[in-house]
């Protein structure tokens, strides 16, 4: 298993605060009514995202879930670009704390939570 690393989840709605370290939108589109001033957004990582076929495919489905995150953890694993973005995540990783900030109304069950999780536990590059 991979060492801990500081990464955090926050919704695009909730406030920005300092100890959120860099903040890092992991949504293929901006959230909805969140201004740029308020997001405070020092990356946003499109390229680590679900596809927008697979985004419209999940739509939020619970019972959906399971085999999102097997396809999204292979698009993660297949896409050059998406390594890319990884890489460029992992580096601001190793320079503080990460926030990924998400708009998903599922605090649970979100592609934000699952790219986490797969980055703390090794699961992609």
Known sequence: MAPALPIALKRAYETAAAGDGCRILVERLWPRGVTKEAARIDLWAKEAVPTADLRKWYGH?????????????????????????VAEIRAR????PVTFVFAAKDLERNSAA???RALLDGLIG
């Open 114 to 116: 699952l790219l986490r």
């Open 93 to 96: 990783v190793a320079a503080g």
């Open 61 to 85: 489905e619970p019972e959906r879930w399971p085999e999102f995150q097997k396809r999204y953890l292979a698009e993660l694993q297949k896409r050059a670009q998406a390594a890319a973005a």
